[in-house]
C-alpha cells in the first residue's frame, strides 16, 4: 500500500472514530476522509497525490508570505538552535520578546504603546476579558463586566472568546456564552438592513440600538465593545460608513473600552496595517494574531494603551501579582519567526501588494454579478465575498442552506482551487504576495465553478 493510501485510510478511521472536525459541514466533505496536503510554494499546496491547487483562503486567512518562505524556517533554526525555549515569568524574558514587542508598538497608532503575548487569537480575547475585569476591578467598578459584541462576529472558540463570538452553532450543546454578553444587529447593510433602507439610515438605527442597549443595561454595568474591524468568518461584512467612528464616540461617552479584533484584519490584510486603520478609529485594545507570524508557528498579540498598562501595572503592586500567564507566552521560536515575517512584509510592500492587487482582484470579481447564480460580490484589500443566489431579484437564499455551497467546495477543489465555504457563498483571502497574474486565474477558477454549480442548481430543480 502506498504512504499516500495508508495515511489517508489511517485518517479516514480517526474520522470515523472521533468526528471532530472544526467547522465542518457535513455537504462540504461528501469524500471519505479528508484531503491530505504534503508541501506548499508561494500561494499554491499540492496534495499527497501531487496534485497543485490555488490556495485561495491562505489556509485560516493567515498564511501572508506564502507556503514556503525560507527565511521563516532559517530564523526559526537559528533560535532553535540558539535558545529553543524560554519563559517570560517572574521578570524573564529574551531578546526576541522583547524586540518583536517593540517592533509591534512602531507599527501600531501612537496611542497604542505595550504588548502582550499569547499563542492564540482565542487565548488572547480570553485574556483580553480577563484584562478588563482586572483593570475595572482595580478602578473600583466591579459591576462594570459585561461586554457587546455582534452577531455572527468571531472572536475565537475556547469558552470566554467563545462566548464572545456570534455564532449560534459554536454555542449550541456547549452551554455558551459563560460570560455576559450581548450580542447587537450585524453591521452589514445587504444582510441586516431593512427593505428600502439607505446606508445613512441603517448606521444610524445600529447607533442607536447600542446606545439603548447601553441605558437599558446601565452604562456602569458595560465594560467593553469588541468587534472585527471587517467581520470575516460571517462571509467579509463591511460596516457602513460613520459606524465606527460612532462607536467609538458611544464608547467614549459611557467610559467604554473599545477592542478591535484584528486578528484576520491586520497586517496588510485590507492594504493597512490595520483593519481599525483603513475603517479610521481608534481602539482601546487590538487583538492580533494569524498573519503576525503567517502561521509557521503560534503566537498572537494583544496591543493596549499606556493607561490600561498603568491600572494593571498599579494594582499588581498592590495585590502583589500579575495572577496569568501561559508556558509560551512570547515564545522565542515564534517572536523569532514574527520578526521575519513582519521585515518581509515590509521589504516587499506587501502591504501595498495587498491594496493594489486587491482593487484588480475585486474589479475582476464583480464582473461575476452578471453570472446567473451570484447575488452579491464585495471585499476589500485582499478579502472577499462571492454570494450566491437562486434569484438575483431576491435576498433570500437557497431553500436547502449549504447545498449549492458544498457542490462549490467540491467543485473547486475539482478545478484546483482551494476557497472557504460560508453557507453559499465563496470566500477569498489569497496569500499577500498575490500577483495580479494570480488572481485573475483564481476569478477564472471561480467562474467555471459557478457554471458548474448552476448545471447543478438546476438540474437538482428538475429532479
Known amino acids: 500500500m502506498s504512504t499516500s493510501n495508508r495515511l489517508s485510510n ?18 462540504l466533505h461528501e469524500q471519505k476522509g479528508p484531503l491530505i496536503m504534503d508541501r506548499g510554494e508561494g500561494i499554491y499546496v499540492y496534495d499527497v497525490s501531487g496534485k497543485q491547487y490555488i490556495e485561495s483562503f491562505a489556509g485560516l ?17 537559528r533560535q532553535m538552535q540558539k535558545l529553543p525555549f524560554y519563559h517570560t515569568f517572574n521578570h524573564m524574558s529574551h531578546e526576541p520578546n522583547i524586540r518583536l514587542a517593540e517592533k509591534l508598538i512602531e507599527l501600531s497608532p501612537e496611542h497604542i504603546t ?21 483593570v475595572n476591578n482595580a478602578r473600583g467598578r466591579p459591576e462594570k463586566k459585561k461586554f457587546l459584541a455582534r452577531a455572527k462576529g468571531y472572536h475565537g472558540i475556547t469558552m470566554v472568546s467563545g462566548s464572545l463570538t456570534g455564532l449560534p452553532n459554536n ?21 441586516s438592513g431593512f427593505e428600502g433602507e439607505t446606508e445613512g439610515e441603517f448606521s444610524a438605527r445600529l447607533l442607536k440600538e447600542i446606545e439603548d442597549t447601553i441605558l437599558r443595561e446601565g452604562p456602569e454595568t458595560i465594560a467593553a465593545f469588541i468587534g472585527e474591524p471587517l467581520m470575516a468568518a460571517a462571509g467579509v461584512l463591511s460596516p457602513p460608513a460613520g459606524y465606527w467612528q460612532g462607536v467609538e464616540a458611544l464608547c467614549r461617552k459611557y467610559d467604554i473600552f473599545l477592542v478591535a479584533d484584528e486578528v484576520v484584519n491586520g497586517f496588510g490584510r485590507l492594504g493597512t496595517m490595520f483593519g481599525s486603520t483603513y475603517y479610521a478609529f481608534k481602539p482601546d485594545i487590538m487583538v492580533t494574531s494569524k498573519q503576525l507570524t503567517s502561521s509557521y ?21 498592590k495585590i502583589g501579582t500579575w495572577g496569568h500567564g501561559y508556558t509560551t507566552t512570547g515564545h522565542p521560536v515564534a517572536t523569532a519567526v514574527a520578526l521575519e515575517n513582519l521585515k518581509i512584509i515590509e521589504e516587499r510592500d506587501l502591504i501595498g501588494n495587498s491594496a493594489r492587487v486587491g482593487k484588480v482582484f475585486m474589479e475582476s470579481l464583480q464582473l461575476l454579478l452578471d453570472h446567473p447564480l451570484v447575488g452579491d460580490v464585495r471585499g476589500v484589500g485582499l478579502m472577499a465575498a462571492v454570494e450566491m443566489v437562486p434569484d438575483k431579484s431576491s435576498r ?4 436547502q442552506f449549504g447545498k449549492a455551497g458544498g457542490k462549490a467546495f467540491a467543485s473547486a477543489l475539482a478545478n484546483n482551487l482551494i476557497v472557504r465555504v460560508v ?6 483571502c489569497p496569500p499577500l504576495i498575490i500577483t495580479e497574474e494570480q488572481a485573475l486565474e483564481v476569478v477564472t477558477r471561480t467562474k467555471k465553478t459557478l457554471d458548474e454549480v448552476a448545471d447543478f442548481v438546476v438540474a437538482e430543480a428538475i429532479s
Open 114 to 134: 505595550r504588548v502582550s503575548f499569547t499563542n492564540s487569537g482565542s487565548e488572547a480575547n480570553d485574556t483580553v476579558v480577563k484584562m478588563v475585569w482586572y
Open 10 to 27: 489511517s485518517l479516514a478511521a480517526m474520522d470515523i472514530a472521533t468526528g471532530l472536525h472544526p467547522f465542518t459541514n457535513a455537504r
Open 423 to 428: 453557507g453559499d457563498q465563496l470566500i477569498f
Open 171 to 191: 454555542h449550541r450543546d456547549f452551554d455558551m456564552p459563560i460570560i455576559p454578553v450581548i450580542h447587537l444587529t450585524t453591521p452589514h447593510l445587504r444582510t
Open 297 to 317: 508557528m503560534p503566537l498572537a498579540a494583544i496591543l493596549f494603551t499606556e493607561e490600561i498598562y498603568n491600572t494593571i501595572a498599579d494594582n499588581t503592586a
Open 396 to 399: 433570500k437564499g437557497f431553500q
Open 61 to 77: 486567512w493567515s498564511v501572508a508570505v506564502g507556503f514556503n518562505e525560507p527565511r521563516l524556517v532559517e530564523a526559526a533554526t
